[in-house]
């Protein structure tokens, strides 16, 4: 029996296989989620429950999406689409997507016609994105009680008009966080329908530097 340099036997089924930081992180990501859940669980009423676990739900997915982004170098975007229920009324719901295809460029590697270069050979192609069907990432709807605002690079966005996705066509998500670890400059807020006060509001600059506020005061992003 082989001796390791430490003293124990090593056995021919022995697995050293040790655990990834995408994976670390998506267990990190569910300890949080259930602490969160747990916290919750004392506030009263099913409608505070509901806008409160959709917040921290979309917090500890934004802060995922972004961190993957870097570690698997494959950009990361979000998108938003209006939807009805049952009853007729307009609903919003998000889903988050990644890049397929990196770099943007396909190089032409077939026969060459006499006159064309090397940099008209090269032909820039459309990013593709696939939409996250994770247990973690699966598309998400807003509660009813909830209404959201963004803006991206300081140009609002018309909500009403985003219709959803049929089939699988696909959606250019309105703000990415790239795997370089910058993001798009952008704004979400969300805001209490009846009343219209924010509650919550996200502002992600170029860098994907993340400032939180909580009715209207800074607060730490945890």
Do not use: C
């Not at 009263?44 to 934004?62: K, Q």
């Not at 990196?102 to 994105?129: D, M, S």
């Amino acid at each position: 029996m082989k001796i390791s340099e430490i003293g124990r036997p090593v056995g021919k089924g022995t697995n050293n296989r040790g655990f990834s930081l995408v994976e670390i992180l998506v267990v990190l990501l569910v300890i949080a989620l259930v602490g969160s859940l747990v916290a919750l669980s004392v506030d009263s009423g099913s409608s505070a429950y509901e806008v409160n676990a959709a917040n921290r739900m979309f917090r500890a997915l934004a802060n995922q999406a972004r961190d993957e982004a870097e570690l698997t170098g494959l950009d990361h975007g979000l998108t938003l689409e209006m939807v009805s229920d049952e009853r007729g009324d307009k609903l919003l719901q998000y889903r988050w997507w990644r890049r397929t295809q990196q770099p943007l460029y396909e190089f032409f590697a077939g026969e060459v016609e006499p006159g064309v270069t090397g940099t008209e050979r090269n032909r820039e192609v459309e990013p593709e994105w696939e939409v996250l069907n994770e247990v973690l990432y699966q598309t998400r709807t807003l509660p009813a009680n909830l209404e959201l605002k963004m803006s991206v690079g300081n140009i609002p966005v018309d909500l009403a008009r985003i219709k959803p996705r049929k089939g699988n066509k696909q959606i250019a998500p309105l703000m990415v966080f790239y795997a370089s670890g910058e993001a798009t400059p952008a704004v979400v807020e969300f805001l209490e329908k009846d009343t219209g006060d924010s509650l919550w509001r996200y502002q992600w600059d170029l860098l994907g530097e993340l400032e939180l506020e909580w009715r209207g005061e800074v607060t730490e992003d945890g």
